[in-house]
């Protein structure tokens, strides 16, 4: 009864680059000197590092983008 739980055996590695800090940055201090808005930077900043650790630790967490062109759908 109910539903098992199958074991997913691939292996995948998610290698994070230099650009996403820098980019990272970019937003935020973007929103809090730009904006005006530090504390919602604050926010949005640990918000996507959030997001990011979730993909790390499971990066078949959300499903694929439709309108992005990948290796499987070319």
């Given at each position: 009864m109910g539903r098992k739980k199958t074991e997913d055996t691939k292996q995948y590695t998610l290698d994070i680059s230099e650009n996403y800090f820098q980019n990272l940055e970019e937003i935020v201090?973007?929103?809090?000197?730009?904006?005006?808005?530090?504390?919602?930077a604050i926010k949005i900043g640990n918000g996507i590092n959030k997001t990011m650790n979730k993909i790390i630790e499971n990066?078949?967490?959300?499903?694929?983008?439709?309108?992005?062109?990948?290796k499987s759908k070319i």
């Open positions: 201090d973007y929103i809090a000197f730009e904006k005006h808005q530090p504390l919602n990066p078949l967490i959300y499903s694929e983008c439709e309108n992005l062109p990948t």
